[in-house]
DNA sequence: AGCATAGTTCAACGATCATTGAACGATTGA
DNA sequence: TCAATCGTTCAATGATCGTTGAACTATGCT
């Protein structure tokens, strides 16, 4: 049985909740990376915070939840990627403004 | 003696910390009051969030140390105001895509 | 001088957060 | 079938957060 990775309604993603979940370097970090609109595995190697893997589950996870990111399963592996058309449309300039910044 | 109210400069001010400091519902409440540039009192009476002026006044500091406003003394009574301009050169495009969202 | 007012600071609290390490579940491949 | 792999989940821990209520500081007013 295959587990899903529910990700909310775009339109009922809150922006404090967005900000909640990007106000942290690890997961802003994440963001930048995934700007590129394609999909990324999720897999440690990939992504060398220098924490555990649950510790990167956890980030993974939160910005599933706060609308941000979804999450594509491939058999053992998974994908994250970036909701970008999704987010520029309900919060128009705000990705392009994270990701712009110095 | 009169107190001073530090804010940091711009060019110190990191996006994640500016993301923390409006991770909040009050405090984006508050930035999108003073979203016109204007300077607002700090008085109680402007700002019925329900919460103890404490808590206000905490807010408060937590916006001015993120880099956010800045404190305008007069006698008594205290000013604050959005760093408007300083924003947006800062972090093109981000205070909009705050104040736009719905 | 004395008192009221505006706002800050502080200690305390309960709640949430980021992390670890271990256990678990699902999938692949030998 | 069995073991290895990928990633999640869980309990535990220490740190930080938002709030309260009280004390305190600074200023203005009479």
Redesign the interface.
Known sequence: MSADYPAPDMSDVK??DV??A????TR?EIVRVLADGLAHPKATTEWDFGMQKSALAYHFKTLREAGITFTIVNGRTHDIQLRKDELDA?????L???I??R
Do not use: E, I, Q
């Open positions: 922006l404090v900000l909640s990007l106000a942290d370097p802003l309900r919060f128009p300039g705000l392009d403004a994270l712009n910044a």
